[in-house]
């Protein structure tokens, strides 16, 4: 009985237009309520221990240095960079756009932000050049999707902090599937433009490519500085998210010079409304993760698939099937809170990786940002190259149909993560 009041609650709410955060506070009340064990002092402390956790500050830190590369000319010139090296090739724009939604994804770890950003610089001129819209905003929308993936990403704080799974060791099995979901967006648009009749840019000399290396090297030495000093034990992920931020400050503002006052006080408001958010969410989930606790739905949801525990590859399957029918109606982070603390006994009592299941799980999460009714990039996406969801939904299918592919590549082969984790962390 404890389960349904807290689907019936929690699903209600988000279907009658109630905000995430506040669906979860309702149903994690309700379970109290129904248990007899309400009691406003156990909400606000978890409320306020929710907020307290000092990993968590990584997501601020982070979300801050994407905001202020945005707006401290750091994004332009990782474009530039791509365009160099790929714009005078067949199709060469949406390679680009490739290109760029790896090197984004290794600096902002938000899909919203990295498809806004390079949406609003890309799309344009991929349709002045003779590329279909729809397509185009498509691959922009399905390269978003790698920022999540590869470190730094936010989603995967909030997973290790969640389930006490090593935030290093996330970072470093997310590496390989990141670049395979570049590698299956490029032969998929490879195959789709053979035929377009679109304009190319001019070859860049070698001398315009060194001053377009030169210009960009600056934002392309920051993944590398935050994968080796983590790597290394230098710093921990927040104080990671605290360098990139200082660094991304020092090259907006005295390197490249862009990042002025005006600037700097958009990205520090745009970066307060994000958190408020991510952080409003997390400390709704630790009040349902308490009642839900005390009613013991994670050992019950455990019981129900326990038949399966036997078959890593079938409990798998129907986890990730589970969560992207959840990932249609839910924010990639309410998903990540909810599900967390459920999914991670099962996958514990199954013996299945519990690094290795957290990109999984975060790659299928994650593709509900590309499936409506919510699909968070989806709307971005649309937004910015100014097409109807429709029209989206028509130009974003194939690429989705890749991003499906390769998760259904990390199932059955588990081997893509784990073996390069170990290596990577010898």
Not at 213 to 238: D, M
Not at 249 to 261: D, N, P, S, T
């Amino acid at each position: 009985m404890s389960t349904a009041i807290f689907l019936i609650t929690l699903l209600g709410s988000i279907l009658l237009g109630i905000p995430v955060a506040f669906a979860l506070l309702v149903s994690g009340i309700s379970l109290m309520f129904f248990l007899d064990i309400m009691d406003t002092q156990n909400v606000a402390r978890s409320l306020i221990n929710g907020a307290g956790s000092f990993t968590l500050l990584a997501v601020p830190f982070f979300i801050l240095a994407g905001q202020l590369m945005n707006y401290g000319g750091i994004s332009n010139r990782i474009v530039n960079f791509a365009l160099a090296l790929f714009g005078h090739v067949r199709g060469g724009l949406g390679y680009v756009a490739i290109l760029g939604s790896i090197l984004f994804a290794g600096l902002s770890g938000s899909a919203v932000a990295d498809t806004a950003a390079l949406g609003a610089i890309l799309i344009p001129m991929m349709v002045k050049a003779g590329y279909d819209r729809n397509r185009s905003t498509g691959l922009i929308a399905g390269g978003g999707i790698i920022a999540p993936i590869i470190p730094p990403s936010i989603p995967m704080i909030i997973f290790g902090v969640t389930s006490g799974v090593s935030i290093l060791q996330l970072f470093m099995a997310g590496i390989v599937p990141g670049l395979m979901l570049g590698l299956g967006l490029a032969v998929a648009w490879s195959i789709m433009v053979r035929k377009d009749k679109v304009d190319v840019l001019p070859r860049k000399s070698m001398k315009e490519i060194l001053k377009a290396t030169q210009q960009a090297v600056w934002a392309l030495f920051l993944p590398v500085i935050i994968i080796v000093g983590l790597r290394g034990g230098v710093f921990t992920p927040t104080e990671a998210g605290v360098i990139a931020s200082f660094y991304a400050l020092f090259v907006g503002a005295i390197i490249y010079r862009e990042l002025k006052m005006p600037e700097l006080y958009k990205a520090l408001i745009e970066t307060v409304k994000i958190t408020s958010v991510v952080m409003f969410l997390y400390t709704g989930a630790m009040v349902l993760g308490w009642g839900m606790t005390v009613a013991n739905i994670p050992s019950a949801i455990a019981g129900l698939l326990e038949p399966f525990s036997d078959n890593q590859f079938l409990l798998l399957l129907l986890i990730v099937l589970f969560t992207l029918l959840i990932g249609t109606a839910m924010d990639l982070t309410a998903i990540i809170l909810i599900l967390t603390p459920i999914l991670m006994p099962i996958i514990q009592m199954a013996g299945i990786d519990p690094v290795y299941f957290g990109v999984v799980f975060i790659l299928a999460a994650c593709l509900g940002m590309l499936t409506p009714p919510v699909g968070t990039v989806l709307v971005v996406a649309s937004g910015v190259g100014k097409i109807s969801m429709e029209n989206m939904l028509r130009g974003v299918w194939p690429f989705l149909l890749v991003h499906i592919i390769v998760l259904l590549l990390l199932i059955l082969f588990p081997a893509i993560v784990t073996v390069p984790l170990e290596w990577l962390m010898k």
